[in-house]
Each structure stands twice: as C-alpha cells, then as structure tokens.
C-alpha cells in the first residue's frame, strides 16, 4: 500500500496511531507513556484530543473516561482529566506494582520461535520496569546476564 503526501501529513497531525489500553492493569503505566507521548505529538486542537483518545478505546475503557461527563471529554482540559480518571482507575497500589512487575520479569521464558536476541531485550526491559516499580531492586549486570541466559534453556 503507498500513501499520499496528505495521508502523511494527517497521519503526522494526528500524532500517529492513538495508544489503546487493553484494559488490563498491568499494561496501564505503558499506555500512560504512549498516551502522554501521543498528546505531546498531536497537533489536533486540545478540545479534540480526549474524544480521539476514547474513541480508539474498547467499551470497557470508554466505561471509564467518559465517567468524567461528556462536557469535559470535550473541553480543552478533556485528555487531562481523562489521564486523572484513568490513574484513579488503574493505578495499583506502590507495593503492588513491584510484585507485579517482579512476577513478570521472574517467571518470563522464551516463546516458541521467539530469537534469543529478543527474548534477552524482552526480559532486560522486564527489568528496568521492576526497577522503575521499586527503586530498591538492584543486581548486578553479571547476574543478570546469567539468569538471563538461563531463562533462554
């Protein structure tokens, strides 16, 4: 498929592709990024951007943002408020993000076909989310390495 230079440049206006939550709590501080990413990139007007940002969305999740009222969804200040009632929403408790984060970094194995070279870039990333969760976790590259070569048996 070959676009135009006007696919292009609305693809570029709208900010690219709006992020969709899954709606899974796990995934929300990813799609936090790539939503605050988005709106930072986007030159749609700021009235504009929270629909935009819930029409992309599944039900469930819409359930969610338009909690704030169709008025403020929008309003110029519509994707903040979305962010806020999002966060309240979706946002574990600090001790439950690291034990989260720590069960899906230490339970990972390597997918059927997966190379070792992404497996390896999935579980480093794994930990750098861990350690974004709770500051306190720490190892040394050397043992990280190891364990994670030993994840890719």
Known sequence: MTTTMDDDQMYANNGGVVPV???QMED???????????????KLPDKIKATKLVLAQNDMVKK???QIGSDQVRSAEGFQLIIKEMDKTFTLPTEQLGLNSFEK?????????????AFLMQYDVAFHDLKKQ???????????????LSRLQ
């Open 21 to 23: 939550f899954s709606g």
């Open 28 to 42: 929300y501080s990813a799609w936090r990024e790539d939503a605050m990413d988005w709106e930072f990139s986007t």
């Open 64 to 66: 969610v943002m338009r």
């Open 105 to 117: 970094w230490d339970t990972m194995t390597r997918s059927k076909g997966q190379s070792s070279e």
């Open 134 to 148: 709770d500051a306190r976790v720490s190892m040394s590259d050397q043992v990280l390495v190891m364990k994670g």
